[in-house]
């Protein structure tokens, strides 16, 4: 569960969110779109304290995160996988050095162990003949699924993707789009994914949110956002369709 209650975030004097609240129950899939520099990514950092905000609370599981301790905050963020925009790849690390980093980072495990989590998640990626190679040897695609690898390896219960399928060809970004909804269903997870692609958040999600200057806009299932009265909505909706 994740749920902002009236948030206000100001970055250099500008007013990014203003009132943001809302409220995403366990197991649902939330697409969040809007335009570039709509606040989606600062959205998004707020829920894994990245940011604070000025104004308002944030609650994940019940729990105000906003006076948590820096070791509790850890703790917290070990629960929620979180998917950059840039991938966040190590670039001197191999894949499997990359997807194994936060075990040997956050447990205690064997070696032993260690391998046959990682080859397991690798292998549901279709990247374990891929294991020994570094970042900048793969394709936009493979980064992508290292970093999904990577960002669930710990059996995380909220994920974050900020823009899963961005820079990628169409191909490519429906099969990431596949393997995000797989994920969803193995691990049941609460998902959260932030994309400029209209197809991908119909797809993938059970309610989209829309953001427009700093405030949610629509907040609702994908039917009812195709259909949505608000100009803005349609603008997006009509910008997208396929002729
Ligand atoms: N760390 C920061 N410092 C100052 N301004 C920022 C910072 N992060 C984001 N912004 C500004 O906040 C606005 C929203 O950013 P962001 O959430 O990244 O947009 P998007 O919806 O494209 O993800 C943009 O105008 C951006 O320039
Ligand atoms: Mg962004």
Excluded at 51 to 77: C, H
Excluded at 132 to 157: F, H
Excluded at 199 to 215: C, E, F, P, Q, V
Aim: net charge positive; with cysteine.
């Amino acid at each position: 569960m994740i749920k902002f209650n009236n948030i206000y975030k100001k970055l250099n004097n500008r007013e990014i969110l203003s009132g943001v609240d809302f409220l995403i129950n366990t197991g649902e899939v939330i697409a969040i779109v809007g335009q570039s520099g709509a606040g989606k990514s600062v959205t998004l950092k707020h829920m894994v304290r990245l940011m604070s905000p000025d104004r308002g609370s944030i609650e994940i599981d019940g729990e105000q995160i906003d006076n948590l301790s820096n070791s509790e905050i850890r703790n917290k963020r070990s629960k929620i996988g979180v998917l950059f925009q840039s991938s966040a790849l190590i670039q001197w690390l191999s894949v499997y050095e990359n997807v194994a980093l936060p075990l040997h980072q956050r447990t205690s495990k064997t070696e032993n162990e260690i391998y046959k989590i990682v080859s397991e998640r690798l292998k549901w990626v279709d990247l374990f003949e891929s294991k020994d190679l570094y970042p900048s040897e793969l394709s936009g695609g493979m980064q992508k699924r290292v970093g999904l690898a990577r960002a669930t390896i710990l059996n995380p219960k909220i994920i974050l993707y900020d823009e899963p399928t961005s820079g990628l060809d169409p191909v490519t970004s429906r099969k990431i789009d596949k393997l995000i909804m797989k994920l969803n269903n193995e691990m049941q997870l609460t998902s959260v994914i932030i994309t400029h692609d209209l197809i991908s958040a119909l797809s993938i999600s059970s309610k989209i949110m829309m953001l427009h200057d700093g405030k949610i806009i629509e907040f609702c299932n994908p039917n009812d956002f195709i259909k949505s009265n608000h100009p803005v909505v349609q603008k997006f909706v009509n910008s997208q369709k396929i002729l």
